[in-house]
């Protein structure tokens, strides 16, 4: 690697190479090897800036470890560090696998707050980590919160948030989601029908369903195979 070498010509590594090394890493998606630069970095003791820390969040995204992701955030804020949007963005998109809606809804009001951009990625991870927890009742409420403040609102959104619903067998809502896409001029996809049909699933509502899969031939839409589960 790079600090291996530097130190071969008798260079002793700064806080820019370190900082360069992990965004490097991140880049190439080798996130165990960025969080091992920044614990080297601090066992050296040396004061990583804003860029480390922001990078190794990024690491964490990669890697789904929210706790990790969070605690990073902190360090920021204890070395007089506000985290920025990437940061931020990043710590949320940790929250979605593991379904941890409750940091994920707290960084994205704090976000808010300090008027920060959220990106699609971001909003959507939110929105999942909720689905992921089971909290059909928050994504709704998320995606209204997002509404209230006046952030763009996209397609993957709507897609998580009818996720969520369809995780609970609330279909009514899953409709109700897809029905009003268009009135934002979005566009359904596949997945977003897919989450309509999937959200049948009691089978009360078949002949719904055949009325999406007509929907979706006459839209040009290959059904998934989510669809026929």
Not at 28 to 37: F, H
Not at 110 to 121: E, G, Q, T, Y
């Amino acid at each position: 690697g790079a600090l291996p070498a530097m130190k071969c010509c008798g260079l002793e590594p700064n806080v820019i190479s370190y900082s360069s090394t992990i965004s490097a890493c991140v880049k190439g998606e080798r996130w165990q090897v960025a969080i091992a630069v920044l614990l080297h970095m601090q066992a050296c003791a040396m004061d990583p800036n804003a860029i480390s820390y922001s990078s190794v969040t990024v690491a964490c995204e990669q890697s789904m470890r929210w706790q990790l992701a969070f605690s990073t955030a902190e360090k920021m804020y204890c070395r007089k560090f506000e985290p920025d949007s990437i940061s931020c963005n990043a710590a949320i998109g940790a929250c979605k696998r593991p379904g941890q809606w409750q940091p994920a809804a707290s960084t994205l009001a704090d976000m808010h707050r300090r008027s920060l951009k959220l990106n699609a990625v971001g909003l959507g991870a939110c929105i999942s980590a909720c689905e992921k927890g089971k909290r059909w009742e928050r994504a709704l409420q998320m995606l209204a919160f997002l509404f209230c403040c006046g952030l763009e609102v996209n397609v993957i959104c709507f897609n998580a948030a009818m996720s969520a619903c369809e995780a609970r067998e609330q279909w009514q809502r899953a409709w109700q989601l897809l029905a009003d896409m268009p009135g934002q001029g979005l566009e359904a996809d596949a997945s977003s029908f897919s989450a309509a049909v999937s959200s049948c699933k009691d089978g009360e509502q078949w002949q719904m369903s055949l009325l999406m899969f007509a929907a979706m031939r006459e839209l040009r839409i290959a059904p998934t195979e989510k669809c026929y589960g």
